[in-house]
């Protein structure tokens, strides 16, 4: 078989269509007696499993409370809601969506700023430039699984009185100097949905150290009702299943191993395509361990030959899934047009970045061979750059 890329004429190197992501999920055998049980006994929510998951998920995490709601979107918002936060709050802006909306959804303005060049984390020199007498808090992301600059940030959050929380969504799996993410700032709130290592289904949970802040997330799940049939505050329906619990407590039985595993193929990856110029990946510090919820490659024209959106194209023809995550950034959404002028020029990194950026198949029980095959795919569109941006740019 010629050595040309699909996109060129050949056989594509995947016969059938390779997903972004596969979730490792159990077999139905190590939850069946279980999932039985409620449904005999119509305990479908407010039950067992989730006190018990809830319990297994504060140990894992060395946090005294983690609080499971129906989604991480929500758990941010009730957490955002418990801590007051008002005024401005600085995030990043090369993150999802989810990590912002729910800061306008209390009343707060947030305050964009850029991530670190090699890390695609929140820079904490931007945060602390950033910092205003109208700055109530911080919110960090652990961008695809890499362990953001905790302790720094704890330092700027501590020196200034302000409340800081990290999105970890993407953090289960991920270590920050070989503890678990998860008992930083004021609050970490993290994903189960079924492109994270650990899956519920759907759902999230709110890990923190804050007796009064769990209290808050408990009654705010359940409309703001303390269980007297009134209401303290405006809460919402945030409850998780007996389901999804049941799930995610085996699902955190394989965490371990599927972190591990996920690593090594990532290793396999990154060791091959760093041989390629124009292809970087994200630098993870030092006794820290990524996650990997996302293996994202940034793709330099200059370098490589083809622009990150013609990469995309030539893996779509080898039936390779790739995802253009972050891209376009929160700033430069509709919804935050009203801002836009205060940020002009103030994201040079994030704007350099997320153009860039592509996310590659990855997931926990990927074998050795779709690896490989990954990287051939990339390997032989590279060595035939010049061709394939011709043959892209005849089909415009």
């Known amino acids: 078989m010629s050595d040309k890329p699909a996109i060129l004429g050949n056989t594509p190197v995947f016969r059938e269509r390779l997903p972004i992501v596969q979730p490792t999920l159990p077999p139905f055998e190590a939850i069946a007696s279980q999932v039985e049980e409620i449904l005999s006994t119509g305990m479908l929510t407010k039950g067992k499993y989730l006190r018990l998951f ?22 941010l918002a009730l957490t955002y809601q418990g801590l007051e936060l008002k005024g401005e709050v600085i995030v990043p802006s090369f993150t999802f969506m989810a990590t912002v909306h729910p800061l306008v959804w209390v009343g707060v303005e947030p305050v964009f700023v850029d991530i670190d060049p090699h890390t695609w ?35 700027i959050a501590r020196r200034h009185g ?96 599927n972190a591990e595993r996920r690593n090594q193929v990532v290793k396999r990856i990154r060791e091959r395509l760093e041989r390629l110029p124009g292809l970087n990946f994200q630098a993870i510090r030092p006794g820290n361990r ?22 995309a194209q030539a893996l779509d023809a080898e039936n390779i899934e790739t995802r253009k995550y972050h891209d376009p950034p929160v700033h430069t959404h509709n919804t935050y047009r009203h801002l836009r002028e205060r940020h002009v020029g103030r994201l040079p990194v994030t704007e350099w970045v997320a153009p860039r950026s592509l996310s590659l198949p990855i997931y926990s029980h990927m074998d050795e061979a779709i690896a490989d095959g990954i990287c051939y795919a990339i390997e032989r569109i590279y060595a035939h750059a010049d061709a394939v941006r011709a043959a892209l740019v005849a089909h415009q």
């Open 121 to 155: 984390n929140i820079d904490p020199a931007k945060v602390e430039e950033a910092i205003t007498p109208r700055t109530s808090g911080i919110v960090a992301v652990h961008n695809f699984g890499n362990p953001a600059d905790v302790e720094i940030l704890e330092d």
């Open 54 to 75: 809830e319990e297994r998920l504060a140990e894992y995490l060395g946090v005294r409370h983690a609080v499971c709601v129906s989604s991480c979107t929500l758990g």
């Open 290 to 311: 990524c996650s990997y919820k996302d293996l994202s490659v940034l793709v330099d024209e200059s370098k490589f030959g083809l622009t990150r959106d013609q990469l």
């Open 162 to 257: 302000l409340r800081l929380v990290f999105d970890a969504a993407h953090g289960f799996g991920a270590l920050y100097q070989g503890k678990p993410v998860g008992g930083y700032g004021d609050a970490e709130v993290f994903s189960l949905s079924p492109t994270k290592l650990l899956v519920a289904g759907e759902g999230g949970v709110v890990a923190t150290n804050d007796d009064a802040l769990a209290e808050h997330i408990r009654i705010a799940r359940e409309y703001g009702n303390d269980g007297r049939y009134g209401s303290n505050f405006p809460g919402l329906n945030a409850r998780m299943p007996e389901f999804n619990a049941i799930l995610g407590l085996k699902s955190l039985e394989m965490l371990e191993e």
